[in-house]
């Protein structure tokens, strides 16, 4: 052959050589994002497992968070910081507060930024967003904040700087949103999110819709925020039946786009109901309140927030993942919010830092394969250095009191520690342990 001969063969075959190379690499690259599922998920507010239907619940009406459990995994065993704040830093990091620093109210520790479970999963190619509430910064003086700990998209209400629901103080990918006159907040935070995942369905995509429901009006501005068309606040159950609803209107979203069999759902709360719920002001600005009791099972259960019982810290978990997981699972497996960091790397096959340590163990292989979560107890902390370790049954706080959860949910009685069965006696020792462990950390 000679060289002309040659080189015109070789002008016929470069370009199907690389046309096949590109298909090749396209495929693969599908083939990829294919195996890292879309993730949504959803942060309620101030909502013990008291109030779903699907948990034993009778006050309130949850029937799109019902089917969701009904078609996929309840959670019996989730747990909580019993306040909204530490809650969401130890989601973020996978680390309970006193491991990172004990943040102060408010903030995020500066170098944990860049190893949020969005940071993790925007490396592995995921597109993130967030829409509701915050409250890791004054929206004012750091506008980037998410972005800065790996949000692409956000549209976040300003922490006690305007209203969430009624006429909100949104501040959307940093810039303060306009035209929310009549608007009401979670409608405008789910529309938010249904346009991310409209723009991304190709995924892969996390979408953290972390909700402004059902935690009531901030009470620290200099004129109150406005009412509602009721002519007041809404009260919890109005909030707990919109909060239901906005849930539904994501769903219904996932379902238009055909996306369910490739979207995991996880819904959860960051702590429980609270005790009272604001209703009016008056001219002076006083506020009036509503006691919050849910029937549970038939019983009367009041608000738990801010309590490190099971009341306060002990929330409801489901995940749904339609064509994955199998419908009307009940699951006890031991889950505290160090575990989703990891476990969201796991289901996203995300590389974990080398040097990132981590409180949490991951639960994914629950989800993907029914195995067990490998946790044997559980830990929650509270104000003033107060936290306990849990398994199913016993609880010991680190100032030496020691409960029978089943049989003392209320946490009246602690238990003689020198008087117990032999089953109440291993559990206390190994719950001991870890008490001792911990202090050492600390030390």
């Known amino acids: 052959m000679s060289d002309l001969q040659t080189l015109k063969l070789l002008r016929t075959l470069l370009p199907l050589f690389f046309a096949i190379s590109a298909g090749s690499a396209s495929w693969a690259l599908e083939k990829a994002s294919s195996t890292q599922p879309n993730i949504v998920f959803i942060l309620a507010d101030d909502v013990g497992r008291e109030v779903l239907g699907c948990y ?7 029937p799109h968070l019902d089917k969701l459990a009904s078609d996929g995994i309840r959670f019996e065993h989730c747990y909580s910081m019993p306040v909204c704040h530490p809650s969401r830093t130890t989601l973020l990091s996978g680390r309970y507060p006193r491991n990172n620093g004990n943040p102060a109210w408010g903030s995020y520790p500066e170098n944990m930024e860049s190893n949020t479970f969005a940071q ?20 004012d003086n750091k506008r980037d904040h998410a972005a800065r700990l790996g949000f692409e998209q ?23 949103l306009e035209g929310t006159e009549g608007k009401y907040g979670p409608d405008l935070y789910v529309d938010f999110l249904i346009d991310f995942i409209e723009k991304n369905q190709q995924g892969p995509f996390f979408a953290y819709y972390s909700m402004a429901l059902c935690h009531d009006v901030t009470d620290d501005l200099k004129e109150p925020v406005p009412y509602g068309p009721r002519g007041r606040y809404d009260n919890f159950a109005e909030m707990a039946d919109q909060m239901d609803e906005e849930i539904g209107r994501l769903i219904t979203a996932l379902d238009r786009m055909n996306l369910r069999e490739n979207t995991l759902i996880l819904f959860t709360t960051d702590n429980g109901t609270p005790k009272k719920s604001k209703l009016t002001y008056d001219e002076n ?50 889950i505290d919010f160090s575990d989703f960091l990891p476990t969201f790397a796991e289901i996203a096959s995300a590389d974990l830092p ?42 010991l706080y680190n100032d030496g009191r020691f409960f029978n959860c089943e049989k003392d949910p209320f946490e009246k009685k602690p238990l003689n520690v020198t008087e117990l069965e032999a089953d109440a006696e291993a559990s206390y020792s190994d719950l001991s342990k870890l008490i001792s462990n911990s202090d050492e950390i600390k030390e």
């Not at 993790?120 to 929206?139: F, V």
């Not at 419908?327 to 006890?332: K, L, R």
Request: hydrophobic content about 30%; glycine content about 14%.
């Open 120 to 139: 993790i999963l925007k490396r592995a190619g995921y597109k993130t967003a967030i829409a509701g509430k915050w409250q890791l910064c004054m929206m």
């Open 154 to 176: 956000s549209s976040l209400f300003g922490w006690h700087e305007g209203a969430r629901y009624h006429d909100p103080f949104i501040y959307q990918n940093g810039e303060l």
């Open 285 to 334: 600005g006083k506020f009036t309140y509503e006691n919050v009791v849910s029937e549970f099972h038939g019983k009367m259960i009041p608000g738990g927030k801010g309590d490190l019982t099971d009341w306060g810290t002990r929330v409801p978990l489901i995940a749904n993942w339609t064509g994955n997981i199998e419908g009307n699972q009940v699951c006890d497996d031991l």
């Open 354 to 395: 080398e040097d990132l340590t981590l409180d949490g163990q991951s639960f994914a292989k629950r989800i993907t394969s029914g195995i067990a979560s490998p946790r044997q107890w559980v830990s929650a902390e509270g104000r003033g250095n107060k936290y306990f370790y849990k398994d199913h049954i016993w609880k």
């Open 56 to 62: 034993g619940g009778t006050s309130y009406q949850t």
